[in-house]
């Protein structure tokens, strides 16, 4: 464990795989290496199987454990944002035991998702909630998709110890970094848009879009426009219907971000903090690999972080 915990990322047009650990000083990355896939190969879908060919991803999760000096063990594996759905439910009270929590929220859930409950995986983490309530942050998918990545993982000899999304990675990383007050967290990544608000180191809105992280860099325009728009739609959403004021500053996550956070900082008005810095080193393409590796090895399989 000296060494780190290893953190593997599976998406679309891309795979990542890096060891991390937080020290006195930060965080560390002690080996990390990220390759490209064929576009078709992951198809990122919440109902369907998302690998295309499964002896291919295999072989190239073999070639990026070689160059990043992996031998095999267990992992914390990433998936795209868009193969999970994560959100939260209310309840007023919740007295029971784990089992009966989960089996509750199952019965909120079943008409609210487009397959049947019994064919979910479902894991919760209580929140403070509104008011003396209770909030359950649950991530939800299908049975068949996880299973698919699972055995694809495993058959190169990793051992999926934790298995979250992208989201959550991220979600997880940039607590290390010491930003704090209400932030919104804005990450384009190589299949979804992600907006996370963050109030007292809590998140209060979970927003997932549909994005094309490998378009040409002729679409540069384009894609600032798009994140420009989403960004002003997310906030009037924060003020008019949450009520929350809105964020006090941005925090930017990903590689190539230097242009869009200059973007940023002349259309919003707000203060916009980058992740990773250029200062220590870590590549934007590791950032979720990072995050994932940082979650602590839990006593049996589970989505989200304590």
């Known amino acids: 464990m000296m060494a780190g915990t290893w953190g593997l990322e599976i998406d679309k047009g ?12 930060g965080l560390e990355v002690t080996q990390g290496m990220s390759l490209p896939l064929p576009s078709a190969l992951i198809t990122p879908a919440l109902t369907e199987l998302n690998v295309a060919e499964g002896q291919t991803l295999s072989g190239e999760l073999r070639t990026l454990m070689k160059k990043a000096g992996c031998r095999g063990g267990p992992v914390v594996l990433t998936l795209p944002d868009r193969s999970c759905r994560i959100g939260w439910q ?12 989960r089996q509750l929220l199952c019965w909120r859930l079943k008409d609210r998702i487009p397959f049947p409950i ?3 995986r479902i894991d919760y983490q209580p929140l403070p909630g509104q008011g003396s309530g209770t909030r359950l942050l649950y991530l939800l998918a ?17 051992e999926p110890t934790r ?7 991220l979600y997880r990383l940039q607590n290390t970094s010491g930003i ?37 860099a002729a679409d540069q325009q384009h894609r600032t426009e798009r994140v420009l728009r989403e960004l002003h739609t997310t906030i009037r959403y924060l003020r008019d219907e949450m009520g929350t004021g809105g964020p006090d500053r941005l925090v930017l996550m ?37 995050g994932a590796a940082l979650l602590r090895q839990p006593w049996r399989p589970r989505w989200i972080s304590h």
């Open 142 to 158: 299908r049975e068949a998709v996880i299973a698919q990545y699972e055995a694809l993982v495993a058959s190169v000899g990793l």
């Open 180 to 216: 704090s007050g209400k932030r919104l967290l804005l990450a384009a990544g190589p299949s979804s848009l992600l907006f996370v608000y963050v109030e007292e180191h809590i998140p209060r809105l979970w927003r997932v879009l549909p994005w094309d992280g490998h378009e040409p």
């Open 90 to 101: 209310d309840f007023e009270a919740l007295s029971g035991t784990p089992s009966e929590t």
């Open 163 to 169: 298995i979250i999304t992208r989201g959550v990675a």
């Open 254 to 290: 990903g590689e190539g971000e230097d242009t869009l956070a200059e973007s940023l900082r002349g259309a919003c008005e707000l203060p916009v903090d980058t992740i990773p810095e250029r200062r220590n080193g870590l590549r934007g393409e590791l950032l979720a690999p990072a």
């Open 14 to 25: 891309r795979i990542g795989l890096c060891r991390a650990r937080l020290t006195s000083r």
């Open 118 to 120: 019994h064919e979910s």
